[in-house]
């Protein structure tokens, strides 16, 4: 798995449950080093074992870290790349959702090494009902998008449900229900880059 | 077709009169003027056509159409932009659509655009996030590079190896070399110095030296024994560790087993180099207590002797040596 994958996993557990937990991870997952590089290409074991020694030693689920994940890698004012990535999927949370198709080769356009999962918007027949079709060889990606769309909703002010619709044969679903889409005001977002703007780091 | 249309499929098109008023203007043309309302003024007020030159009314611009224009903005941005025209039907104006260019990294930063302010169909937003994309990926490899730049550092400085030949460093052989010393090990030492070795690098360049190099490193291998230790201490200097050999008869034989192997021109690219070597030798027998400074010392003793002799020849340290020098 990329390293960027890997880097995002070490960030998120380290800055929520602090540098001695991420040791302890590091230590229980035997990696054989501290810190991934956000450049490398890693074995896919490594992940699944950070993974997997994280639930364990804060006693939640796999799945619950990953969508934690998700939901950090948008939200949080430490990595605030992804999130302005995303947002150029459009001025609306109903046209980031139609980026969605976009996301795999946009994901390659930046990093070509990146293996992400192919994301498939589909439009159920009510308005506002959709469906995220996610399908790629590494599992776990749904459960990690569902914390990133439900951060994006609020990025974009939505009021939404979603659902994790479960997945098989490297499919997964997850159904969202956008109940209004200006709900509350959203977080600001301007094309051009804060450090440009400003002159201050990303 | 409506305002509003040609408004949604240009949001920066302008519509000049034969007169060169602006009759109407996409919407984001007009956020790009935020003092003054572009309806009603004259274009080359609002506008400086840089290319193509001297183009001072709209009778210029419809004489020129399908060239593209390159204009500025007249305020204090001199924003440029891009445009191409065409005429109205009838001939009762022009009709020109801009873009940003590449200037759309800065522009839309000092007017605050969104991706509301660009067609649909525009480039301009998949170029922002390439831009920002490929940014941030190159950022993360920078901060790659800084750090296994500092490791690579690290780890030279803690290397045994020279990284060009191969062969053992200075720091290497002052490790061996102190072992033997306080092991009380009987060993021999040579000093070897390459002649003509900064000619080849001046005239035929470093690929030649260093290839120059590469090979004086495998005779040097293969002249010594396995458990001997061949190091490279300086650019052309090079110091051999015989382990358990104090014999001179036998030290001086790989000594001009390595000269005369030396003085067979080395090609390089259809080029004869010629080097010749000079060699020091001392051994550890000499010395009722070896001192590493002190064998080195009279091992360099040695060689300048070989070299005071002609080079190409191997001088073992003695007393007399020392006598001379000072």
Redesign the interface.
């Known amino acids: 798995m990329h390293g960027?994958i890997n880097r995002s996993l070490e960030s998120f557990l380290s800055e929520t449950y602090g540098a001695a937990v991420w040791h302890d991870v590091v230590e229980a997952a035997g990696l054989g080093f501290e810190h991934f590089?956000?450049?490398?290409e890693y074995e896919d074991w490594q992940t699944y074992a950070v993974i997997e020694c994280a639930a364990e030693l804060l006693s939640k689920s796999s799945d619950t870290i990953l969508e934690d994940l998700g939901t950090y890698l948008v939200s949080s004012p430490n990595v605030k790349?992804l999130r302005?990535?995303l947002r150029?999927g459009?001025?609306t949370f109903v046209?980031f959702l139609h980026s969605l198709d976009d996301l795999y080769d946009?994901g390659k356009?930046?990093?070509p090494e990146l293996e992400l999962p192919t994301f498939k918007l589909l439009e159920e027949g009510r308005p506002g009902c959709f469906t995220v079709v996610c399908h790629g060889p590494h599992k776990g990606f749904g459960r990690a998008m569902l914390g990133v769309l439900r951060a994006m909703a609020d990025d974009y002010g939505a009021l939404v449900f979603m659902e994790y619709q479960g997945g098989r044969d490297g499919f997964e679903e997850i159904s969202i229900t956008l109940v209004e889409s200006s709900f509350a005001d959203g977080r600001d977002?301007?094309?051009?880059?804060p450090d440009?703007?400003s002159g201050g780091g990303? | 077709m409506t305002k509003e249309s040609l408004a949604r499929l240009m949001p920066m098109h302008l519509i000049l009169g034969l007169n060169g008023e602006i009759l109407q203007c996409g919407p984001t043309v007009a956020k790009l003027f935020v003092d003054r309302t572009l309806t009603g003024q004259s274009f080359f007020e609002c506008f400086d056509v840089n290319r193509p030159g001297n183009m001072a009314s709209v009778a210029d611009i419809i004489e020129t159409i399908g060239t593209k224009l390159h204009l500025s903005m007249r305020n204090e941005h001199q924003t440029m932009l891009k445009a191409v025209g065409v005429a109205l039907e009838g001939q009762e104006g022009v009709l020109l659509d801009m873009s940003f260019g590449i200037s759309v990294v800065d522009t839309i930063g000092t007017y605050n655009l969104t991706i509301a302010d660009f067609a649909a169909t525009d480039l301009a937003v998949e170029m922002l996030y390439l831009i920002e994309a490929k940014s941030a990926a190159m950022n993360e490899s920078h901060k790659l590079n800084a750090r296994l730049q500092g490791a690579k550092m690290a780890a030279e400085e803690q290397a045994y190896t020279d990284t060009l030949t191969g062969l053992k460093n200075r720091r290497a052989m002052d490790h061996v070399l102190s072992r033997f010393v306080t092991g009380g090990d009987s060993f021999g030492l040579m000093q070897v110095d390459l002649d003509y070795f900064k000619a080849v690098n001046d005239t035929l360049g470093h690929a030649a030296g260093d290839h120059v190099l590469l090979e004086v490193a495998r005779i040097l291998v293969d002249e010594t024994r396995s458990d001997d230790l061949v190091a490279r201490v300086g650019g052309d200097e090079f110091v051999l560790l015989f382990h358990r050999l104090t014999d001179i008869d036998q030290l001086n034989d790989i000594a001009m087993r390595i000269i005369e192997r030396m003085e067979v021109p080395i090609m390089f690219n259809g080029q004869q180099c010629r080097i010749s070597t000079s060699i020091g030798t001392t051994v550890s027998d000499f010395y009722t207590e070896p001192d590493m400074d002190k064998m080195l010392s009279d091992a360099d003793l040695a060689l300048y002797a070989s070299k005071n002799k002609g080079r190409a020849c191997n001088t073992v340290f003695s007393a007399e040596l020392l006598r001379q020098a000072s």
């Open positions: 960027l590089e956000s450049m490398f790349s302005r990535l150029f459009g001025d046209d946009r356009l930046a990093v977002f301007s094309l051009a880059r440009v703007l990303t």
